[in-house]
């Protein structure tokens, strides 16, 4: 790869008394996980130059489990199928697992790397600090002026460039909880992304807080290792298996969707189909669900109600407070852990990008055209910012395609590219979803993949028609 001198050139501009070295039309991706390789791929293949930024010194992201920062613990295994997390021109090995491991995960990601050529346009351990706009000279969609530095120090640089791909993921930045008497407690507290391996939790007496996906998986490992496990939700949940019918769970709801159904017929038939699985965990303590199956992002855990049912993970209601050597609960009872796991999710973070670029309301919530194009400039995306009902990947390969053929439009022909960024930009507030979702963080960025894509696919044909 080429040296950052080599790449800036000469100053071409300058900024607050800093030189902006221009790189013409190249785009910048900022982050090289599963989202980021796809859209290098796909803006190549659009016959874009590509800079991207990745702070760690390997691709994966998130899914990198090599990197410190990493959230995936050592038995970390997909919780939607192969079919529904692979991208579309790159199929998973066949004989590798219906879910893969994490470690899989990174192999793949790395032969995709490999496959595509692109880690010579990626430029590893290099931090983003900053994106701003920039006026073109020549009146044309704005241009971004992105300042970099190695993530170990140096001299920052500022790049100039004639888009914005943010690939950088959403689950960076945990959310903790704020809870009367925690700062005295006296047990140990972590949150789910501190949390690696089972030898954490061994002998101990665990209280896991929060009932998504990481929070089920850690208290079954608790229920294995800890002396003791207890699981602390404020709601009731539908804990779908991870098969049902002999096949991988996403694939039957795939085949439901595809007959097109009524959305509350399809609703009755899966809310039957894990109560003919799974059964009434109102038996062993949990709260009954207060809302509708697919109203809330799927939990996906097959072993979490063998535990319950073998006595190893003891169901609790939500914390009113916690005191030095115990925590007390919303229906008077006390628990005395040793170890609080808060598995409460994560919160977005662009901290690189000024609020208003991404239209971010009151509550920390961006809110994007598509889900994915700044509704104030056409040339800034956000890729993979999903919480899709299945895998993700899927869903980022055609985000990226459109987010590539978008800029070759904006570039061709940019009034009927503005016509269509209009209507795009009315229709910003909408959900894809198949019905009513619960308006919490953890469902900012829910999406149902089939309601998604479809939309996806409506746009692609859109911008064909204006090329």
Same mark, same amino acid.
């Given at each position: 790869?080429?040296?950052?001198?080599?790449?800036?050139? +000469?100053?071409?501009? /300058?900024?607050?008394?800093?030189?902006?070295?221009?790189?013409?039309?190249?785009?910048?991706?900022?982050?090289?996980?599963?989202?980021?390789?796809?859209?290098?791929?796909?803006?190549?293949?659009?016959?874009?130059?590509?800079?991207?930024?990745?702070?760690?010194?390997?691709?994966?992201?998130?899914?990198?489990?090599? !990197?410190?920062?990493?959230?995936?613990?050592?038995?970390?295994?997909?919780?939607?199928?192969?079919?529904?997390?692979?991208?579309?021109?790159?199929?998973?090995?066949?004989?590798?697992?219906?879910?893969?491991?994490?470690?899989?995960?990174?192999?793949?990601?790395?032969?995709?790397?490999?496959?595509?050529?692109?880690?010579? %346009?990626?430029?590893?351990?290099?931090?983003?600090?900053?994106?701003?706009? #920039?006026?073109?000279?020549?009146?044309?969609?704005?241009?971004?002026?992105?300042?970099?530095? +190695?993530?170990?120090?140096?001299?920052?640089?500022?790049?100039?460039?004639?888009?914005?791909?943010?690939?950088?993921?959403?689950?960076?930045?945990?959310?903790?909880?704020?809870?009367?008497?925690?700062?005295?407690?006296? +047990?140990?507290?972590?949150?789910?992304?501190?949390?690696?391996? #089972?030898?954490?939790?061994?002998?101990?007496?665990?209280?896991?807080?929060? #009932?998504?996906?990481?929070?089920?998986?850690?208290?079954?490992?608790?229920?294995?290792?800890?002396?003791?496990?207890? !699981?602390?939700?404020?709601?009731?949940? /539908?804990?779908?298996?991870?098969?049902?019918?002999?096949?991988?769970?996403?694939?039957?709801?795939?085949?439901?969707?595809?007959?097109?159904?009524?959305?509350?017929?399809?609703? /009755?038939?899966?809310?039957?189909?894990?109560?003919?699985?799974?059964?009434?965990?109102?038996?062993?303590?949990?709260?009954?669900?207060?809302?509708?199956?697919?109203?809330?992002?799927?939990?996906?855990?097959?072993?979490?109600?063998?535990?319950?049912?073998?006595?190893?993970?003891?169901?609790?209601?939500?914390?009113?407070?916690?005191?030095?050597?115990?925590?007390?609960?919303?229906?008077?009872?006390?628990?005395?852990?040793?170890?609080?796991?808060?598995?409460?999710?994560?919160?977005?973070?662009?901290?690189?990008?000024?609020?208003?670029?991404?239209?971010?309301?009151?509550?920390?919530?961006?809110?994007?055209?598509?889900?994915?194009?700044?509704?104030? %400039?056409?040339?800034?995306?956000?890729?993979?910012?999903?919480?899709?009902?299945?895998?993700?990947?899927?869903?980022?390969?055609?985000?990226?395609?459109?987010?590539?053929? /978008?800029?070759?439009?904006?570039? #061709?022909?940019?009034?009927?590219?503005?016509?269509?960024?209009?209507?795009?930009?009315?229709?910003?507030?909408?959900?894809?979803?198949?019905?009513?979702?619960?308006?919490?963080?953890? !469902?900012?960025?829910?999406?149902?993949?089939?309601?998604?894509?479809?939309?996806?696919?409506?746009?692609? %044909?859109?911008?064909?028609?204006?090329?």
């Amino acid at each position: 790869m080429t040296s950052f001198d080599e790449l800036a050139g +000469g100053a071409t501009h /300058w900024r607050d008394g800093e030189p902006v070295y221009d790189r013409g039309d190249t785009v910048c991706v900022i982050g090289a996980g599963g989202t980021g390789l796809a859209a290098i791929k796909n803006l190549r293949e659009a016959g874009f130059g590509v800079d991207c930024y990745e702070r760690e010194t390997g691709v994966g992201g998130g899914w990198n489990w090599r !990197h410190d920062r990493s959230p995936v613990y050592a038995s970390t295994h997909l919780i939607s199928s192969k079919p529904f997390t692979q991208f579309p021109d790159f199929p998973m090995p066949d004989d590798w697992p219906d879910y893969p491991h994490h470690s899989q995960l990174l192999t793949y990601f790395e032969r995709y790397a490999d496959h595509f050529s692109l880690r010579e %346009h990626i430029w590893f351990g290099t931090d983003v600090s900053r994106v701003e706009p #920039a006026d073109d000279p020549d009146g044309g969609p704005p241009r971004w002026d992105v300042t970099v530095r +190695g993530s170990r120090g140096g001299a920052p640089r500022t790049m100039r460039y004639a888009a914005v791909v943010a690939a950088n993921g959403h689950n960076w930045s945990p959310k903790m909880p704020e809870y009367e008497g925690l700062a005295e407690f006296r +047990g140990k507290v972590i949150h789910a992304s501190q949390y690696k391996d #089972a030898a954490q939790l061994r002998g101990r007496k665990v209280l896991v807080v929060g #009932a998504g996906n990481s929070g089920c998986d850690i208290a079954v490992e608790a229920a294995q290792q800890a002396a003791k496990c207890w !699981h602390s939700t404020r709601r009731g949940y /539908w804990y779908a298996p991870k098969y049902a019918l002999g096949k991988p769970a996403d694939q039957v709801n795939d085949r439901i969707l595809a007959m097109r159904l009524p959305f509350r017929l399809r609703q /009755w038939l899966l809310q039957r189909t894990i109560a003919m699985t799974v059964g009434d965990l109102t038996r062993f303590g949990l709260k009954a669900p207060d809302h509708g199956l697919l109203e809330m992002h799927p939990l996906v855990n097959s072993q979490l109600p063998y535990y319950l049912g073998h006595g190893g993970i003891t169901p609790l209601p939500d914390i009113k407070r916690f005191e030095r050597t115990e925590v007390v609960l919303s229906d008077g009872r006390t628990v005395e852990p040793d170890l609080v796991v808060f598995a409460t999710g994560y919160l977005p973070n662009f901290d690189f990008l000024a609020p208003e670029l991404l239209s971010t309301d009151a509550t920390g919530r961006p809110r994007l055209a598509l889900q994915m194009l700044s509704r104030t %400039h056409p040339t800034l995306a956000v890729a993979g910012l999903l919480q899709p009902d299945s895998g993700v990947f899927t869903l980022a390969h055609w985000q990226t395609v459109f987010i590539a053929q /978008w800029l070759r439009v904006l570039d #061709a022909s940019p009034a009927r590219a503005q016509a269509l960024w209009a209507k795009l930009r009315q229709d910003g507030d909408r959900r894809f979803t198949a019905g009513k979702v619960t308006d919490s963080t953890r !469902h900012w960025f829910e999406v149902s993949h089939f309601v998604y894509l479809q939309e996806l696919e409506k746009s692609l %044909h859109e911008l064909e028609a204006v090329r």
